[in-house]
Structures are given as C-alpha cells and as structure tokens.
C-alpha cells in the first residue's frame, strides 16, 4: 500500500515537472514592465497580509483571547 502511495506521487511530482516546464517554455511576447510592477505589487500585498495576519494571532494567544471560558 505504501509503494502504491509513493509511485503515485512521484507520478503526480512528474506531472508538476512537465506542467511547469511547458509553461516556462512558451512562445510570446514577453512581460511587460507593467506587468512585473503588478506582480511585484501583489506579491508584497499577499505577504503583508500574511503577515499582519500572523501578528494578530500571537497577539490573541499571548492575550489570552484563545483560552476556553472559565465558568464560575
């Protein structure tokens, strides 16, 4: 069973191979400068979210905003 698990997924991680290997090997124009300052642009946007999101749950976890309630 395992076998199967793992030649499964090296089949899949193959597959991922050539995908991306077709995809870098395509004929056009290339990027345009606008289009690299968008990318550059969501990419800093996708990471500051990331990690404005992660500040916020330490900050809760320190606090003590995740603990169950405590009844009386």
């Known amino acids: 069973m395992r076998t199967l698990l793992i030649i499964v997924l090296m089949g899949m991680l193959a597959a991922a191979g050539y995908f991306a290997y077709a995809a870098m090997t395509v004929e ?3 990027i345009p400068t606008e289009g690299y300052v968008a990318l550059a642009l969501g990419a800093g946007f996708s990471a500051l979210v990331g990690i404005g999101l992660m500040m916020l749950l330490f900050f ?3 606090r003590g905003y ?3 309630p405590h009844f009386k």
Request: no cysteine; hydrophobic share 0%; aromatic share 0%.
């Open 66 to 68: 995740d603990e169950p």
């Open 60 to 62: 809760s976890s320190r």
């Open 28 to 30: 056009g124009e290339p």
